[in-house]
Nanobody
């Protein structure tokens, strides 16, 4: 089992940057594929980015491709989401999630595939 705690959210102007962190408990962080999701007010939670156990395999939603970067540091049990060129429509609560299973290069954008979730961190982008 793994527990996830997000941090790094806040208020930023459009065009600015934020870096979210997700710290995982336990000694098996490297065995999990990780993902970031977000939920805006009145909307369903949506996929943002995913990274496999291999840090080199990543996948992004079209809406954030080229602006956001997901990465992981297994030595620190942490996954990051670097968000650049932020837009007001990026305003949401951001959640990290973890899933086991699959190959070293496995990742998924399906919410139902993730077993563990953090509590979320608020990101607000002002225009």
């Amino acid at each position: 089992q793994v527990q996830l705690v997000e941090s790094g959210g806040g208020l930023v102007q459009a065009g600015g940057s934020l870096r979210l962190s997700c710290a995982a408990s336990g000694r098996t962080f490297s065995s999990y594929a990780m993902g970031w999701f977000r939920q805006a007010p009145g909307k369903e939670r949506e996929f943002v980015a995913a990274i496999s156990r291999s840090p080199s395999n990543t996948y992004y939603a079209d809406s954030v491709k080229g602006r956001f970067t997901i990465s992981r540091d297994n030595a620190k049990n942490t996954v990051y989401l670097q968000m650049n060129s932020l837009k007001p429509e990026d305003t949401a609560v951001y959640y990290c999630a973890a899933t086991q299973g699959g190959s070293y290069y496995y990742l998924t954008q399906r919410e139902d595939d993730y077993n563990y979730w953090g509590q979320g961190t608020q990101v607000t982008v002002s225009s």
